[in-house]
């Protein structure tokens, strides 16, 4: 399967916000609910135009993964990026009909090689659930090291990091 990377965008608002809510129960499964407002088009479509405003900034990079006939198979972000340190944070999500297939760590392969280096950034941060073992496959996969683990939250985390050369 072909995957790319494509910088979020306005004109991906319908298509993107089916994709959510397809996957609302999966994602749920693994993470904190965004809430039942998150699902309501409008309050979406706010919250989308703020993401979009932070990428206009170069705080945040949003991309979609696309597989060759554009369809959206999930998510690519890295976010809160200090300029001065340089360093960013990584974020991810496949949909429940692409998962475990491979699609995540290519699709992280696309973003480190084709994205990544025109952020400026040079180190990236990525956490998961301990029990998130996918997830933690496709980190080291791409080069991730384990770097820390929070120990005082209600689940713990693991924390990896990439720095970029």
Partial sequence: MIITIEKLSIQDAASLFQFEVRNRVFFEKSVPSRGD?????EHFLRGL???????????SFFGLIKNSQ????????LV????????????????????????????????????????NVRMICAKTTT?????????????FEPHDMEPDSADDFLHYRLFVV
């Fill in 37 to 41: 407002a998150y699902y309501q088009y």
């Fill in 131 to 143: 029990d998130n073992i996918s997830s933690q496959k496709v980190l080291l996969k791409n080069g």
């Fill in 80 to 119: 809160d990026i200090e300029k001065d340190d340089r360093i960013g944070h990584l974020g991810y999500r496949v949909g429940e009909d692409t998962a475990g297939k491979g699609v995540a760590s290519q699709a992280l392969k696309v973003f480190l090689e084709g994205h990544v280096p025109h952020l």
């Fill in 70 to 77: 554009g369809d959206i198979l999930g998510r690519m972000n």
């Fill in 49 to 59: 135009q703020a993401l979009l405003d932070e990428q206009a900034q170069g705080i």
